[in-house]
């Protein structure tokens, strides 16, 4: 079974940095593409990175410059780096996963992030 675990949220003063993790098991980690999206409480959920298998990224508009996604292959992990946070940055960020092989896309169950004024 497809496994994927988020961690690493947390409550943090506005310029403050955390650091998520996405720890996947059960799949061909090399063959996936990524993504990390937040949900805040009334709002859609939204992409803010993305990661391809080839390790080509993007971000959205509100988070270039202060986020950074990336990728361990040999550690099944991905990983999304936030600094100079804002309070509009606070939702529950969670991770998917896009497996290319067999078109399957697998999510977490989320990690709290909350920055303070």
């Known amino acids: 079974q497809v496994q994927v675990v988020e961690s690493g949220g947390g409550l943090v003063q506005a310029g403050g940095s955390l650091r998520l993790s996405c720890a996947a098991s059960?799949?061909?980690?090399?063959?996936?593409?990524m993504g990390w999206y937040r949900q805040a409480p009334g709002k859609q959920r939204d992409l803010v990175a993305s990661i391809t298998k080839g390790a080509s990224t993007n971000y959205a508009d509100s988070v270039k410059g202060r986020f950074t996604i990336s990728r361990d292959n040999a550690k099944n992990t991905v990983y999304l780096q936030m600094n100079d946070l804002e309070p509009e940055d606070t939702a529950v960020y969670y991770c998917?996963?896009?497996?290319?092989?067999?078109?399957?896309?697998?999510w977490g169950r989320g990690t709290q992030v909350t920055v303070s004024s």
């Open positions: 998917s996963l896009y497996d290319i092989s067999s078109g399957r896309a697998y």
């Open positions: 059960g799949v061909i980690f090399s063959s996936l593409n």
